[in-house]
């Protein structure tokens, strides 16, 4: 299985912007859709994006929908997540994950079978 490694987290104001990176290793990551999701103290973990084997296919959840941008390349082995105008509910641990598939990248943190560390993000008010 892969094995993936975020970057990228830190401390920021609202409004402002963050790119967090996932490396990946171990195999062919141009086999692996990849998802990225937050989880918040005390709250479910969420879907934020996903992007398909070769970038075809994006999703976003609805919360980042038209402030994020997911992001691959394949030559780097390396996923992106680019998130604006961060907001303070924006705040959580964020993973990357990776299944091995062609098609849609998956909604449901379930059907991934790799994961990150996860990488925190803080977003004061």
């Known amino acids: 299985q892969v094995q993936l490694v975020e970057s990228g987290g830190g401390l920021v104001q609202a409004g402002s912007s963050l790119r967090l990176s996932c490396a990946a290793s171990g195999g062919t990551f141009s086999n692996y859709a990849m998802g990225w999701f937050r989880q918040a103290p005390g709250k479910e973990r969420e879907f934020v994006a996903g992007i398909s084997r070769r970038g075809g296919i994006i999703y976003y959840g609805d919360s980042v929908k038209g402030r994020s941008t997911i992001s691959r390349d394949n030559t780097r082995n390396t996923a992106y997540l680019q998130m604006n105008s961060l907001k303070s509910e924006d705040t959580g641990v964020y993973y990357c994950?990776?299944?091995?598939?062609?098609?849609?990248?998956?909604?449901?943190?379930?059907?991934?079978?790799?994961w990150g560390q996860g990488t925190q993000v803080t977003v004061s008010s």
């Open positions: 994950a990776a299944v091995s598939l062609t098609g849609a990248p998956p909604r449901i943190h379930r059907e991934y079978g790799s």
